[in-house]
């Protein structure tokens, strides 16, 4: 089983300081925008996301020769404002974000403390169930879930939840072997606190950090899970505007107004390149990197 190793961000090189500064304040700069527009951009955005105008149907954007300022983006085969769809699918790109890493984190770091802190068949138990997940392929299984049972919003952000908490598993459980033989964690023991005081007070906010880390890194990958199974029309149903939707939606117009695929796939492509700078950044300034 391959994991995670811990060491010093000195030991193994790397980037500039001032370039992973610059990359730390590039994905906050990035996700910072987004999460706005997730949450104030559709009442900000004049246009309904729902609203079709068949007499409008795919208007160029306005860097375009007869683009108008009326839909800055363009509209989409039905006649749907871009730029609100665009905006609207940054909220269902954030939520299954954010919902999924809260899901996958609460699942992967309870399993993983619990195997770090007690050790003996605690632990074999839950590096038994880490192995049975790492052998599972996460895309052909939410694939066949989805498929089987309807795709829906909800089901979505379940099936990713129960399928990307390995990493915070890992990462709990070797940072968890690392905690509880310090000095801190034995004064505890002597003042006579329960497992449970421990495990709240002394373990989990000392894991945390290194848990933050991992968040950033599977808040991408279900985005990006979210958008291929979207594209492959088994996500999020139409018409809610999600990214992965979009590009599916446009791919039979691409060689003829190429800006309707390339809007939603950069849109993409910025925010999980954020989220990755994110998570690199706050690796270098926790004073850890990865070493495999």
């Known amino acids: 089983m391959s994991g995670a190793v811990l060491v010093p961000a000195g030991a193994a090189g790397g980037a500039p300081r001032w370039l992973r500064s610059l990359g730390l304040a590039l994905g906050l700069l990035i996700v910072?925008?987004?999460?706005?527009?997730?949450?104030?951009?559709?009442?900000?955005?004049?246009?309904?996301?729902?609203?079709?105008?068949?007499?409008?149907?795919?208007?160029?954007?306005?860097?375009?020769?007869?683009?108008?300022?009326?839909?800055p983006l363009g509209t989409d085969?039905?006649?749907?404002?871009y730029l609100a769809r665009l905006v609207y699918g940054a909220r269902i790109s954030m939520v299954i974000g954010l919902a999924t890493v809260i899901a996958?984190?609460?699942?992967?770091?309870?399993?993983?403390?619990?195997?770090?802190?007690?050790?003996?068949?605690?632990d074999d138990a839950v590096l038994f169930v880490i192995t049975c997940r790492l052998s599972i392929p996460v895309v052909l299984v939410a694939l066949a879930v989805v498929g089987l049972m309807g795709s829906s919003f909800t089901l979505v952000i379940l099936v990713l939840g129960l399928?990307?908490?390995d990493r915070f598993a890992v990462v709990a459980r070797s940072t968890t072997m690392q905690v509880r033989?310090?000095?801190?964690?034995?004064?505890?023991?002597?003042?006579?606190?329960?497992?449970?005081?421990?495990?709240?007070?002394?373990?989990?906010?000392?894991i945390a950090t290194h848990l933050a880390v991992v968040?950033?890194?599977?808040?991408?990958?279900?985005?990006?899970?979210?958008?291929?199974?979207?594209f492959l029309g088994l996500g999020v149903p139409p018409p809610l505007?999600?990214?992965?939707?979009?590009?599916?939606?446009?791919?039979?117009?691409?060689?003829?107004?190429?800006?309707?695929?390339?809007i939603p796939g950069i849109a993409l492509f910025v925010l999980v390149f954020g989220i990755n700078l994110l998570g690199d950044g706050l690796r270098d300034m926790l004073g850890t990197q990865d070493a495999r």
């Not at 085969?77 to 404002?81: A, C, P, S």
């Not at 000095?183 to 906010?205: M, Q, T």
């Open 181 to 206: 033989n310090l000095d801190y964690v034995a004064a505890a023991w002597c003042a006579g606190a329960s497992r449970a005081a421990i495990l709240w007070r002394e373990v989990l906010p000392n």
């Open 241 to 262: 505007p999600s990214w992965g939707l979009m590009i599916a939606e446009a791919k039979d117009y691409m060689f003829f107004s190429p800006w309707v695929i390339m």
């Open 104 to 122: 996958s984190g609460l699942i992967g770091t309870t399993l993983g403390v619990l195997g770090g802190f007690f050790g003996g068949r605690v």
């Open 32 to 71: 910072g925008l987004v999460a706005f527009a997730a949450v104030f951009g559709p009442s900000l955005v004049p246009h309904d996301p729902f609203a079709q105008d068949l007499g409008n149907r795919l208007a160029v954007p306005v860097w375009m020769e007869g683009g108008s300022w009326t839909h």
């Open 215 to 230: 968040a950033t890194l599977e808040m991408a990958l279900a985005i990006l899970l979210e958008a291929a199974l979207s």
């Open 163 to 165: 399928l990307l908490w």
């Open 77 to 81: 085969q039905l006649g749907r404002d």
